[in-house]
């Protein structure tokens, strides 16, 4: 069974610059969440992809975005980077969309802007 | 809104110890799920624990269980037999039922030495 794999693991970009980060999630899963983790902080939800749809959105501006393709891997794209952007993005994925299967993390990606 | 608050930011037990971390939560929901996390220095999420708010059973893992007390939306960990690989940052997470965002506490920080 492969886990959730997330690409790539540090990543340097200059503020007003655009960046992509990508998740592949566990074999069987077709759901994918993401979430933002601030220095020192719990992660905060961004949004939600259900069969290749956004199905839940939290409290991000909309520059931050996503795509889920066919096989239900997925992009988060963050565009007008702005410095309170670093943090470490963490992709999960599950079963089915409404909390009935545990989600499963992948190890994150590290964005610094600078 | 829900939120989730976990009052000790660091804890620290010997090994074969017991500790015991604090989570409370506040929602006006009457189902939902409850969960620990646990986040090691590799920074993956592992779902440690899960509750259902239906169930008055307490969830145990192993060394790992919980005291749930709906009314006083209170949900602690106890961790028995501490161990050095339990070293991690701890956090409690809540989701409603249906819905599709955890909501992080802030964490703990628990350290096991020998």
């Known amino acids: 069974e492969t886990g959730v794999t997330q690409s790539p693991t540090h990543l340097i970009k200059t503020r007003g610059q655009q960046v992509t980060l990508r998740c592949s999630s566990q074999?069987?899963?077709?759901?994918v969440s993401w979430y933002q983790q601030a220095l020192g902080q719990g992660p905060q939800f961004i949004f939600q992809?259900?069969?290749?749809?956004?199905?839940g959105r939290g409290n991000f501006p909309p520059r931050f975005s996503g795509l889920q393709f066919p096989n239900y891997s997925s992009e988060l794209n963050v565009n007008a980077l702005e410095l309170d952007d670093s943090a470490l993005y963490l992709c999960?994925?599950?079963?089915?969309?409404?909390?009935?299967?545990?989600?499963?993390f992948g190890n994150g990606t590290r964005l610094t802007v600078t | 809104a829900q939120t989730v608050t976990q009052s000790q930011p660091e804890m620290s037990v010997q090994e074969a110890e017991t500790v015991t971390l604090s989570c409370t939560y506040d929602?006006?929901?009457?189902?939902?799920?409850l969960f620990w996390y646990k986040q090691p220095p590799s920074r993956q999420m592992i779902l440690v624990i899960r509750?259902?708010?239906?169930?008055?059973q307490n969830a145990t893992e192993n060394r790992f269980s919980v005291n749930f007390q709906k009314a006083a939306k209170s949900f602690s960990l106890k961790i028995s037999d501490s161990q050095l690989g339990d070293t991690a940052m701890y956090f409690c997470?809540?989701?409603?039922?249906?819905?599709?965002?955890?909501?992080f506490g802030k964490g703990t920080t628990l350290s096991v030495s020998s």
């Open positions: 999960a994925s599950s079963l089915g969309d409404r909390g009935l299967s545990p989600l499963h």
């Open positions: 074999s069987g899963h077709n759901t």
């Open positions: 992809y259900y069969r290749e749809e956004e199905n």
């Open positions: 929602t006006s929901e009457n189902n939902y799920y």
């Open positions: 509750q259902e708010a239906y169930k008055q």
């Open positions: 997470a809540f989701m409603k039922q249906g819905g599709t965002a955890l909501i």
